[in-house]
């Protein structure tokens, strides 16, 4: 399932700001006014100029810490939200990108990259810092040029880590449970997905695994067709009787998990009473709600 979002929700994911800085660029004069001029989308040059403006901001740069331990290379995660394949440099070192799995303490997260015909609206965020930075750009007859852009500080509480593979059903099934071990325990696949499909954020196939009578789906991947497959998404619904190393499944009440998982939620995107986030969509767990009780349970990186 993949979190859409327009872009004004970003700001909810702050709601306790304590600081927000705008800028406002005035190029309204250079604007193509050529109303028989089609709109042109940027190509891959022009999205790597826009992100390297956006890390280099000046009003985002005390936030960086060069000095510290640990921060740099600077470090991106990567998401379906911006897929593209960029190099970029900061403090005259190559920006990494890693993906969900990977562990690090600090990392940049593409939350909005939306392109409609001359504009860019785009969201990054620093978490580690507790500060975000969005905006749009624009193109005119010079090229793609920002437009106005804010950054928003917010009182930052650095709470419990979740630890990829995030958690464990039953105490033995996770996203690094080997093939071999789920057809011992679940047997073959009832179904099995007759397409498979590719996922540019990841650079994987994909391809499900029905158990339906377990109520069990696992999204399979593969780099190449001649490798080993591996756990990208587990989801569990009714009729699994699975439950977390927490001990919560399918029923379970919304107080259980509030406090089983408390100080891991993100509110941020647990934004009304449908959906319950532990740590993120890009990496963690997704409790589906209905009536005020666990419906389903996602494992692995929801933002798809």
């Known amino acids: 399932m993949r979190f859409l979002f327009p872009f004004f929700s970003i700001f909810f994911l702050f709601p306790s700001c304590k600081n927000v800085q705008t800028v406002k660029?005035?190029?309204?004069?250079?604007?193509?006014?050529?109303?028989?001029?089609?709109?042109?989308?940027?190509?891959?040059?022009?999205i790597e100029a826009i992100m390297q403006e956006i890390i280099d901001l000046p009003e985002l740069q005390p936030?960086?810490?060069?000095?510290?331990?640990?921060?740099?290379?600077?470090?991106?995660?990567?998401?379906?939200?911006?897929?593209?394949?960029?190099?970029?440099?900061?403090?005259?070192?190559?920006v990494e990108f890693i993906e969900?799995?990977?562990?690090?303490?600090?990392?940049?997260?593409?939350?909005?990259?939306?392109?409609?015909?001359?504009?860019?609206?785009?969201?990054?965020?620093?978490?580690?810092?507790?500060?975000?930075?969005?905006?749009?750009?624009?193109?005119?007859?010079?090229?793609?040029?920002?437009?106005d852009y804010q950054l928003i500080e917010k009182k930052h509480v650095l709470l419990p880590d979740l630890k990829y593979p995030y958690e464990t059903?039953?105490?033995w099934l996770t996203l690094t449970t080997q093939p071999q071990e789920l057809l011992e325990k679940l047997g073959e696949p009832e179904k099995i997905g007759s397409k498979e499909d590719w996922t540019d954020a990841e650079d994987v196939f994909t391809r499900p695994w029905h158990y339906v009578s377990k109520g069990i789906k696992l999204t399979m991947n593969y780099e190449n067709h001649d490798d080993p497959m591996k756990i990208y998404k587990i989801?569990?619904?009714?009729?699994?009787?699975?439950?977390?190393?927490?001990?919560?499944g399918i029923g379970s009440v919304r107080k259980e998990v509030e406090t089983a998982y408390a100080g891991m939620i993100d509110e941020g995107y647990s934004l009304n009473d449908s959906i319950i986030?532990?740590?993120?969509?890009?990496?963690?767990?997704?409790?589906?709600?209905?009536?005020?009780?666990?419906?389903s349970i996602c494992i692995g990186e929801m933002a798809e």
Not at 68 to 82: A, I, S, Y
Not at 101 to 130: A, C, N, P, R, W
């Open 25 to 46: 660029h005035n190029i309204s004069e250079e604007s193509s006014e050529n109303p028989l001029e089609i709109p042109r989308l940027p190509d891959a040059k022009e």
């Open 63 to 94: 936030f960086y810490h060069p000095d510290k331990p640990n921060r740099l290379p600077v470090v991106f995660m990567r998401n379906d939200v911006f897929p593209y394949k960029v190099n970029l440099l900061k403090f005259g070192e190559r």
């Open 100 to 147: 969900p799995s990977e562990q690090v303490g600090h990392y940049f997260l593409v939350e909005e990259f939306e392109i409609k015909k001359d504009t860019v609206e785009f969201g990054l965020m620093y978490d580690i810092e507790g500060v975000m930075v969005v905006g749009n750009f624009i193109r005119n007859n010079r090229g793609w040029r920002i437009d």
């Open 169 to 171: 059903l039953d105490g």
């Open 235 to 248: 989801e569990i619904i009714k009729p699994s009787e699975l439950k977390t190393s927490k001990n919560i």
């Open 277 to 295: 986030v532990v740590r993120s969509i890009y990496g963690g767990i997704v409790f589906k709600m209905e009536i005020d009780k666990v419906k």
